[in-house]
């Protein structure tokens, strides 16, 4: 093989695999379960159709074609990592040895030009051979590989295996004869049916696949309208659990406005039956906004009334280590009082306008004179990584003023709040994800159940906004396969596979109908042949006579008479005897021809030049109630020449002797 051939072979493979990539891709838009499986998977019947047609050197091309497909329906549910890949290069070595053993069976086991889908039983064993017997392979190998990398589980085994080998079967079924007419079309066995097959075969799918979408939305619809009645009292219960915490932590608010000059004991007592209440509530405390020139006598008041020495305001510096505030800034908002203190104790004193993500939120309340949230933060009191918010509450002492005088806050630790709303509520079989997509965040996860961990382009979900304390939060609902296999009627996939059922049948119908007319016609065609090659043949000089008068002769019949083409036919027969007695004993032979059935004469033929010649006439009744006969004539002149020449020669000899 030179260059130029491998060239074009490898061109070739590509090609049949992005066609391959195609059929399947369209086909897995009907799936159920995995996605993985489908009620028809055309691309089954385009790399049989391929290696029956190209040989096994395009194998490759089904492979890749196959592979390409599964990572490309890995990449839908995930990250694709070097298990997708295994997986899909398996599921590709059991398509492509399906499509090779399909034709394998083929040709060993039907007869020589079974793909013309001609006769019924060869093209129902071809098919069944093709289809069901072949499809027996991927479905085994594909779906026992999903099962090993632990992507379906034991219990759905045998339901993958039934939809992955009737997808299979169908599209090899369903989409062969398609494939063959189209690579054929100009083939007399496709050219003289196609148009009596694509058309209700197109429209019988046509009418299936329109039927199968108008069934699927509506139960979409019905499961989204399920997600939806169980996100709405998620949604609520968030919305509900946000402003009971900004009712507490806006009490600490008009607990400062009662008492100004508040004391930590009279801060602890109030703050410890919430906290008691509410042990999803990390901390609650009290920011001051103190002015420069106040900082030094607010850190001593400070130290006297938590008992402790030396409390300075402090910021985090380029280590994350909190170090006191060295330069001087017009304005502080430190932590004054926290409660619970014993985990806390260390967040005394922080500046929380030190940090920008704070003081935006320190800035929106300010601004708005309402509550304000926090994008998700580590805490300063916390020594892990897990992330929080903090819940600011303006507090004006003096009426009316230009800025809070302070801030009630409440820290809260995300996983404990969202486990404490989500996990009474989650229903089993769906997955979750709050996030944070403020534009001031990149969007940022706020909670995700254990189920999910990335996000997912799920075909049923549910997503909800929610606005509170200046931020925009999106809580999406997945429903996972388990969720989807106890809800879903399944409706959908049964009137696809219906419909498919029925549009195959349909198209075996119209295969055997057109292709028994087909053989007819050619069978026709082969008798008219040989008809004619008889009657047109330049031994036999022939003639159908009805009434005496010629309705008919062939050009051998003209010719030996000397006539031009159709100059004999309407003419009387007499006109083709040398004489008249002739003509009359001929007509007194008709009796015997209904009786008989043939009779035979020879006699003299008169030719339009007027030239006698002897011929050996035949005739046989055609229809007896119309009078038609037909008459074959051989020209015999040569003969009696010779026997009257042999005649003439013996009677001269025995003349001589006499």
Same mark, same amino acid.
């Given at each position: 093989?030179?260059?130029?051939?491998?060239?074009?072979?490898?061109?070739?493979?590509?090609?049949?695999?992005?066609?391959?990539?195609?059929?399947?891709?369209?086909?897995?838009?009907?799936?159920?379960?995995?996605?993985?499986?489908?009620?028809?998977?055309?691309?089954?019947?385009?790399?049989?159709?391929?290696?029956?047609?190209?040989?096994?050197?395009?194998?490759?091309?089904?492979?890749?074609?196959?592979?390409?497909?599964?990572?490309?329906?890995?990449?839908?549910?995930?990250?694709?990592?070097?298990?997708?890949?295994?997986?899909?290069?398996?599921?590709?070595?059991?398509?492509?040895?399906?499509?090779?053993?399909?034709?394998?069976?083929?040709?060993?086991?039907?007869?020589?030009?079974?793909?013309?889908?001609?006769?019924?039983?060869?093209?129902?064993?071809?098919?069944?051979?093709?289809?069901?017997?072949?499809?027996?392979?991927?479905?085994?190998?594909?779906?026992?590989?999903?099962?090993?990398?632990?992507?379906?589980?034991?219990?759905?085994?045998?339901?993958?295996?039934?939809?992955?080998?009737?997808?299979?079967?169908?599209?090899?079924?369903?989409?062969?004869?398609?494939?063959?007419?189209?690579?054929?079309?100009?083939?007399?066995?496709?050219?003289?049916?196609?148009?009596?097959?694509?058309?209700?075969?197109?429209?019988?799918?046509?009418?299936?696949?329109?039927?199968?979408?108008?069934?699927?939305?509506?139960?979409?619809?019905?499961?989204?309208?399920?997600?939806?009645?169980?996100?709405?009292?998620?949604?609520?219960?968030?919305?509900?659990?946000?402003?009971?915490?900004?009712?507490?932590?806006?009490?600490?608010?008009?607990?400062?406005?009662?008492?100004?000059?508040?004391?930590?004991?009279?801060?602890?007592?109030?703050?410890?039956?919430?906290?008691?209440?509410?042990?999803?509530?990390?901390?609650?405390?009290?920011?001051?906004?103190?002015?420069?020139?106040?900082?030094?006598?607010?850190?001593?008041?400070?130290?006297?009334?938590?008992?402790?020495?030396?409390?300075?305001?402090?910021?985090?510096?380029?280590?994350?280590?909190?170090?006191?505030?060295?330069?001087?800034?017009?304005?502080?908002?430190?932590?004054?009082?926290?409660?619970?203190?014993?985990?806390?104790?260390?967040?005394?004193?922080?500046?929380?306008?030190?940090?920008?993500?704070?003081?935006?939120? =320190?800035?929106?309340?300010?601004?708005?004179?309402? %509550?304000?949230? !926090?994008?998700?933060? *580590? $805490?300063?009191?916390?020594?892990? @990584?897990?992330?929080?918010?903090?819940?600011?509450?303006?507090?004006?002492?003096?009426?009316?003023?230009?800025?809070?005088?302070?801030?009630?806050?409440?820290?809260?630790?995300?996983?404990?709040?969202?486990?404490?709303?989500?996990?009474?509520?989650?229903?089993?079989?769906?997955?979750?994800?709050?996030?944070?997509?403020?534009?001031?965040?990149?969007?940022?996860?706020?909670?995700?159940?254990?189920?999910?961990?990335?996000?997912?382009?799920?075909?049923?979900?549910?997503?909800?906004?929610?606005?509170?304390?200046?931020?925009?939060?999106?809580?999406?609902?997945?429903?996972?396969?388990?969720?989807?296999?106890?809800?879903?009627?399944? =409706?959908?996939?049964?009137?696809?596979?219906?419909? %498919?059922?029925? !549009?195959?049948?349909? *198209? $075996?119908?119209?295969?055997?109908? @057109?292709?028994?007319?087909?053989?007819?016609?050619?069978?026709?065609?082969?008798?008219?042949?040989?008809?004619?090659?008889?009657?047109?043949?330049?031994?036999?000089?022939?003639?159908?006579?009805?009434?005496?008068?010629?309705?008919?002769?062939?050009?051998?019949?003209?010719?030996?008479?000397?006539?031009?083409?159709?100059?004999?036919?309407?003419?009387?027969?007499?006109?083709?005897?040398?004489?008249?007695?002739?003509?009359?004993?001929?007509?007194?032979?008709?009796?015997?021809?209904?009786?008989?059935?043939?009779?035979?004469?020879?006699?003299?033929?008169?030719?339009?030049?007027?030239?006698?010649?002897?011929?050996?006439?035949?005739?046989?009744?055609?229809?007896?109630?119309?009078?038609?006969?037909?008459?074959?004539?051989?020209?015999?002149?040569?003969?009696?020449?010779?026997?009257?020449?042999?005649?003439?020669?013996?009677?001269?000899?025995?003349?001589?002797?006499?």
């Amino acid at each position: 093989m030179n260059l130029s051939s491998i060239i074009k072979l490898i061109a070739l493979n590509f090609i049949i695999a992005i066609i391959y990539f195609i059929f399947g891709a369209t086909g897995l838009q009907l799936g159920v379960l995995s996605g993985y499986s489908t009620a028809i998977f055309p691309a089954a019947g385009v790399a049989f159709v391929a290696i029956f047609t190209g040989g096994s050197k395009l194998l490759p091309a089904v492979w890749l074609g196959s592979a390409s497909i599964n990572v490309w329906m890995s990449s839908k549910f995930g990250d694709i990592g070097v298990q997708n890949i295994v997986v899909a290069a398996s599921i590709g070595i059991s398509s492509s040895l399906q499509a090779l053993v399909a034709v394998v069976l083929t040709k060993r086991f039907c007869k020589s030009g079974s793909e013309k889908l001609l006769n019924t039983s060869n093209s129902l064993w071809f098919l069944l051979l093709a289809g069901p017997m072949a499809c027996l392979i991927a479905a085994s190998w594909a779906c026992a590989t999903l099962l090993t990398a632990d992507i379906i589980p034991s219990t759905e085994f045998v339901s993958h295996w039934l939809h992955w080998w009737l997808g299979d079967t169908l599209g090899v079924i369903l989409f062969t004869p398609l494939l063959l007419m189209v690579l054929n079309y100009r083939k007399p066995w496709w050219s003289q049916r196609i148009k009596n097959i694509i058309l209700p075969v197109l429209t019988a799918l046509t009418i299936t696949l329109l039927t199968f979408f108008y069934v699927a939305d509506n139960e979409k619809a019905h499961i989204t309208n399920q997600l939806k009645e169980i996100a709405s009292p998620i949604t609520e219960s968030i919305k509900s659990n946000l402003y009971a915490y900004q009712e507490l932590v806006g009490s600490i608010g008009n607990l400062v406005k009662i008492n100004p000059s508040l004391e930590y004991s009279l801060f602890e007592h109030f703050t410890e039956s919430i906290i008691d209440n509410h042990p999803e509530l990390s901390a609650l405390s009290w920011n001051p906004r103190i002015s420069s020139s106040d900082r030094s006598q607010f850190e001593a008041y400070i130290s006297q009334q938590m008992g402790m020495s030396n409390i300075r305001i402090t910021q985090r510096d380029q280590l994350n280590q909190l170090v006191p505030v060295k330069e001087e800034r017009s304005s502080y908002v430190p932590i004054a009082y926290i409660s619970p203190l014993g985990s806390n104790i260390k967040a005394i004193g922080y500046d929380i306008s030190s940090n920008p993500v704070r003081l935006n939120a =320190l800035n929106l309340a300010n601004t708005t004179g309402k %509550v304000a949230i !926090t994008a998700p933060i *580590q $805490l300063v009191q916390d020594t892990d @990584t897990r992330m929080g918010i903090l819940l600011l509450t303006p507090v004006m002492l003096n009426n009316p003023s230009d800025s809070a005088d302070g801030y009630a806050v409440g820290v809260f630790h995300l996983d404990t709040i969202w486990q404490r709303i989500f996990n009474k509520q989650l229903t089993e079989g769906l997955s979750l994800i709050l996030e944070d997509i403020d534009p001031s965040t990149s969007n940022t996860i706020l909670f995700h159940s254990d189920k999910i961990t990335t996000f997912q382009d799920f075909e049923y979900s549910l997503v909800d906004d929610i606005y509170f304390g200046g931020r925009h939060w999106r809580l999406s609902i997945y429903a996972s396969p388990s969720y989807l296999s106890s809800k879903q009627s399944l =409706l959908a996939w049964q009137v696809l596979l219906a419909g %498919v059922v029925f !549009t195959s049948l349909l *198209q $075996l119908l119209l295969l055997s109908i @057109t292709g028994h007319h087909y053989m007819i016609v050619q069978k026709v065609e082969r008798l008219l042949t040989e008809q004619t090659a008889i009657l047109d043949n330049k031994l036999l000089a022939i003639a159908t006579v009805c009434d005496r008068h010629i309705i008919w002769v062939n050009s051998a019949m003209e010719l030996m008479l000397g006539y031009d083409k159709n100059e004999l036919n309407g003419c009387s027969t007499r006109q083709c005897y040398a004489y008249e007695k002739d003509f009359q004993s001929i007509g007194k032979a008709y009796t015997n021809i209904q009786n008989v059935g043939v009779i035979r004469n020879e006699l003299e033929f008169l030719r339009k030049d007027g030239q006698h010649i002897w011929v050996d006439m035949r005739g046989a009744m055609l229809h007896k109630d119309k009078d038609e006969s037909l008459w074959v004539f051989v020209d015999v002149t040569e003969r009696k020449q010779a026997e009257l020449t042999s005649i003439f020669s013996e009677k001269k000899f025995k003349a001589l002797f006499d």
